[in-house]
């Protein structure tokens, strides 16, 4: 009984959270991406390479804010981690490097605020912070935002 009486509360609360997410796709790069909604001043964001082995997945964890945001475009910024979760099952060291994330979500179309064309530029550095290279990125992305911010 206990869980049928949780059942509408649960997927509402899905509904909602599902309202607030944005997935990007990066085909130069084969990066995936899934961030929080985008279109909030602080937001947050992880990537991850889709054409490599599972045991060599790189994943990105963001933090980022909105510097601006308009009707056309929002500029944003924010540091990142990047990772090798199977690195760490193997008892290696689990941080690979760190990002800085400078980028802008084009809205180009008028009647679909949702559609944005992605331009990102991250300096890379490894996690002994003695190399590293300046990254850039470009894609589409979907948010799927709650109808009352549209």
Not at 27 to 55: C, D, H, I, K, Y
Not at 83 to 88: D, L, T
Not at 124 to 144: C, H, K, M, P, V
Request: charged residues 15%; hydrophobic residues 40%.
């Amino acid at each position: 009984m206990k869980r049928l009486l949780l059942l509408p509360g649960t997927l509402c609360f899905l509904q909602s959270a599902t309202a607030q997410v944005a997935v990007s796709y990066f085909p130069f790069q084969s990066v995936l991406g899934v961030s929080s909604n985008p279109e909030r001043r602080v937001w947050a964001g992880v990537t991850a390479e889709t054409n490599t082995f599972v045991a060599n997945v790189n994943a990105e964890v963001q933090a980022l804010a909105n510097l601006k945001r308009g009707e056309w475009v929002n500029y944003y910024a924010g540091p990142g981690v990047n990772i090798n979760p199977a690195s760490a099952l193997n008892e290696l060291p689990l941080i690979n490097g760190y990002t800085l994330t400078l980028g802008a979500r084009i809205k180009p179309l008028p009647a679909h605020r949702n559609v944005h064309v992605v331009f990102e530029l991250a300096p890379y550095t490894n996690q002994y912070l003695d190399s590293g290279y300046l990254r850039t990125q470009l894609g589409l992305s979907y948010n799927f935002r709650p109808k009352a911010e549209r």
